[in-house]
């Protein structure tokens, strides 16, 4: 028993018998749907993107997503606890062409159309809402500041062909006045603001007392893990990490209360990924404070890169410096490590740190809600252009228009040829599962 609720029992595996385990679960959790194959199969989606026949546009070079689906955008709090939909899981991230994201967002929200049975109509009212939405992050006079709420309206009419020109000379603040976010989304960003520690220790260790449970999500680690772990805390700079947020004493006595394997996430099942549980000064004893931090292995990005660009070649590096461009709020609460001669990830779990599950959509919210996590990705392009350059990389957006859609052609034959290429892909997959050679 656990806070009055019964917990059902789960076996859990020794580290010797992980990698059988997680390759197992990837392939479980990638056969529920085609939205979920959809979010698992980042490498199998440039490699079909590299040879479907399109011709992308090759937009600035900055720093992307790389894994641009709905599950990896979601509400984000910075260290003084003010909330905002970013993206939120960079494993992926390189410099490189901002198409990719926007294709990948697209796929991910047509999928879980077709998921929910909305109709091919349905689907073109989302696309041209996406392609609205994003194209109205890098209009230029009203360029919203970082602490801004994200995702408001700044260019007229959700969805409408005539958006940009409604949106010239009106100020931010009266166009942030009559903008509302779709229902869901305000849903979880209200709920995300309310959200304590205790909040964070049931939803994510399933208790509320200084010890990580082990069961179906967390495994026991090996003694090498365990003194590694210990040791990383030890560290001035990964120390400070768990100091720096809400107000903890800078010189604090960090201490690692406990340590397990991690078992989460999809097309990362496989690589390291620990929860560490901190206390700080006695924070987490006395029962006022949570410190529970995510380590998880960087590994080279499936996403292509733009040639020549300059990037930190360690891979934990390169998710930091990436969130810090794309997810500020994010980005200024991680930092990069070595343990065990792997890249590592380290980022403190925040109790307003929610994910969007859009696993079903409506047609009275599909198109609403497609243009609101477009404008949040653009917005994540768009802080890292100037004027000049956003003005081009729109005017480039607004060309090769179909004469029935108001979305890009290569938006739209991307979107169907990949969506042709995953459906048979999940059924193959599915019946791999159901034979066992998965």
């Not at 059988?20 to 056969?31: Q, V």
């Not at 990037?311 to 930091?320: G, I, L, W």
Request: aromatic fraction near 6%; hydrophobic fraction near 35%.
């Amino acid at each position: 028993m656990a806070n009055g609720k019964h917990r059902k029992k789960h076996s859990w595996a020794t580290p010797d018998e992980r990698l059988a385990r997680l390759t197992s679960e990837r392939a479980r959790k990638m056969a529920r749907s085609p939205h979920a194959y959809v979010r698992g199969s980042t490498i199998r989606f440039y490699e079909w993107l590299s040879n479907a026949d399109v011709n992308l546009p090759q937009g600035p070079a900055i720093w992307i997503c790389g894994d641009c689906h709905t599950g990896n955008l979601g509400p984000l709090a910075n260290a003084r606890g003010h909330v905002e939909v970013h993206i939120r899981d960079l494993d992926q991230t390189v410099i490189g062409n901002p198409v990719h994201d926007l294709v990948r967002l697209a796929l991910s929200l047509a999928s879980a159309a077709r998921g929910s049975s909305l109709s091919g109509l349905t689907v073109i009212h989302m696309l041209e809402a996406l392609t609205h939405g994003y194209e109205s992050a890098f209009e230029r006079g009203d360029a919203p500041d970082e602490e801004s709420a994200n995702g408001r309206k700044r260019n007229g009419k959700r969805g409408s062909k005539t958006s940009s020109k409604s949106a010239k000379g009106k100020k931010n603040g009266a166009a942030d006045d009559d903008y509302e976010r779709p229902k869901v989304v305000d849903l979880i960003l209200r709920q995300a603001t309310k959200r304590s520690w205790k909040h964070l220790a049931l939803e994510r260790i399933e208790d509320i007392r200084p010890t990580i449970p082990l069961g179906r999500r967390f495994w026991p680690l090996s003694k090498t893990e365990k003194n590694e772990i210990d040791g990383l805390f030890q560290r001035e700079t990964i120390a400070r990490l768990a100091t720096d947020l809400r107000g903890r004493p800078d010189d604090g006595h960090v201490e690692v209360l406990d340590a397990a394997y991690w078992v989460k996430g999809c097309s990362s099942l496989g690589r390291l990924r620990y929860a560490v549980l901190l206390d700080v000064d006695g924070g987490v004893v006395q029962g006022d404070d949570l410190c529970l931090m995510d380590l998880k292995e960087g590994v080279k990005a499936a996403a292509p890169r733009y040639p020549g660009v300059r990037m930190p070649r360690d891979n934990a590096e390169r998710v930091v410096k990436g969130a810090q461009h794309l997810s500020p709020f994010l980005g200024d609460r991680m930092r990069a490590a070595r343990m065990m001669d792997r890249s590592i990830i380290i980022r403190e779990l925040l109790p307003q740190d929610l994910k969007l599950s859009i696993e079903t959509l409506t047609v009275n919210d599909a198109a609403e809600i497609a243009y609101y996590l477009a404008h949040v990705v653009g917005q994540a392009h768009a802080r890292q252009m100037d004027d000049a350059t956003c003005r081009s990389w729109l005017t480039e957006l607004q060309r090769n228009r179909s004469k029935s859609i108001d979305a890009p052609v290569w938006l739209w034959n991307s979107v169907v040829q990949l969506m042709s290429e995953h459906e048979a892909a999940y059924l193959e997959h599915c019946k791999r599962v159901i034979s066992g050679e998965t």
